[in-house]
Structure formats: C-alpha cells, structure tokens
Nanobody, 124 residues
Framework: QVQLVESGGGLVQAGGSLRLSCVASGRTLNNDRMGWFRQAPGNEREFVAAIIWPNGITFYGDSVKGRFTISRANAKNTVYLHLNSLKPEDTAVYYC?????????????????WGQGTQVTVSS
C-alpha cells in the first residue's frame, strides 16, 4: 500500500505561480512512475505531468507544456509540480498518483494509488 498526500494548492492570480507537493509513504519508490492529473467540475480527469522514478524522464500534457515542471526528491519520496504562468483554465483539483505498470503514463489506468487532491484556483 502507498499513501499519497498532496499540498500546496490555493488561490492565485493569473500569471502567478504555485508549487504542489506530493509525499508518498508506505514503501520506498523504486520502479515507479508518479503522475499529476487534474479535474475541473464537469470535465474528465486530465493528464498533467509524470516522472519515471528510476531515471527522471518526464512527460507533460499539451496544455501545460512549457509552463509546468515536474521534479522529485528521491530521499523524501516526494514529487513536486511547479505551476508557472497560471491561467484561469488551470483551475481544478490536482491529484498525484503512483503506479508501476506498463501502460502509458498519460492514462489514469497506469496508476494504482491516488491522493485526495489539492484545489488550485486561478483568478482572472
């Protein structure tokens, strides 16, 4: 079992920045991928970013590429999502997830454990 706890969400003006954190506990991350997804009211869950734990390779959704950055702190079992140049359309609940399968990191089915989510609200 892996427990995930997100933090760092909040209210920010358009153009601003936030840093989200996700701490994993229960076991040490090894051959895993950690991802961030988001879901706005009435919308489907959307892939945001992912990082492959062993080698640090990153992936991004098209809508956030160039604005968001995913990073990790191995010793802390923590993944971060740096949100820059925020737009009102980035408003959503952001979830982190961890998985160790072979499905594409951009699909939610690739992840086995999910956090409770943290709200990000961007005002115009």
């Amino acid at each position: 079992q892996v427990q995930l706890v997100e933090s760092g969400g909040g209210l920010v003006q358009a153009g601003g920045s936030l840093r989200l954190s996700c701490v994993a506990s229960g076991r040490t991350l090894n051959n895993d991928r950690m991802g961030w997804f988001r879901q706005a009211p009435g919308n489907e869950r959307e892939f945001v970013a992912a990082i492959i734990w062993p080698n640090g390779i990153t992936f991004y959704g098209d809508s956030v590429k160039g604005r968001f950055t995913i990073s990790r702190a191995n010793a802390k079992n923590t993944v971060y999502l740096h949100l820059n140049s925020l737009k009102p359309e980035d408003t959503a609940v952001y979830y982190c997830a961890v998985g160790s399968g072979i499905l594409s990191v951009k699909t939610s089915a690739a992840y086995d454990y999910w956090g409770q989510g943290t709200q990000v609200t961007v005002s115009s």
